[in-house]
Nanobody, 128 residues
Framework: HVQLVESGGGLVQSGGSLRLSCAAS????????VGWFRQAPGKEREGVSC????????YYADSVKGRFTISRDNAKNTVYLQMNSLKPEDTAVYYC?????????????????????WGQGTQVTVSS
């Protein structure tokens, strides 16, 4: 049973940066993908980015391309989300999720929503 723990959220001014971490435990191989999602008050959960722990393939939502970077440290079973040029509209609770997959794309993120393991979330607030 995979367990995920997010950290790194906080309050930052518009244009600032934050790095989120997602530490996984209970994994038995690298044949899984980890995704970041966010949910703002009154809005649906949105897929932000995901990465294959197997080969490092990445996927980004259009809303964060060029500003966010996802990376992995297989030795630590940890995935990072570097968020730069933050905007007030990035304010949300950020969750990480995982599912068995050797690649990373929008379809994999859909599988995570329906069947993935989820962390508890971390709040990111961007002030204007």
């Amino acid at each position: 049973h995979v367990q995920l723990v997010e950290s790194g959220g906080g309050l930052v001014q518009s244009g600032g940066s934050l790095r989120l971490s997602c530490a996984a435990s209970g994994v038995t191989s690298d044949s899984y993908a980890v995704g970041w999602f966010r949910q703002a008050p009154g809005k649906e959960r949105e897929g932000v980015s995901c990465i294959s722990m197997s080969d490092g393939t990445t996927y980004y939502a259009d809303s964060v391309k060029g500003r966010f970077t996802i990376s992995r440290d297989n030795a630590k079973n940890t995935v990072y989300l570097q968020m730069n040029s933050l905007k007030p509209e990035d304010t949300a609770v950020y969750y990480c999720a995982s599912s068995a997959s050797i690649t990373a794309n929008a379809e994999v993120m859909g599988v995570m929503i329906r069947h993935g393991s989820w962390g508890q979330g971390t709040q990111v607030t961007v002030s204007s």
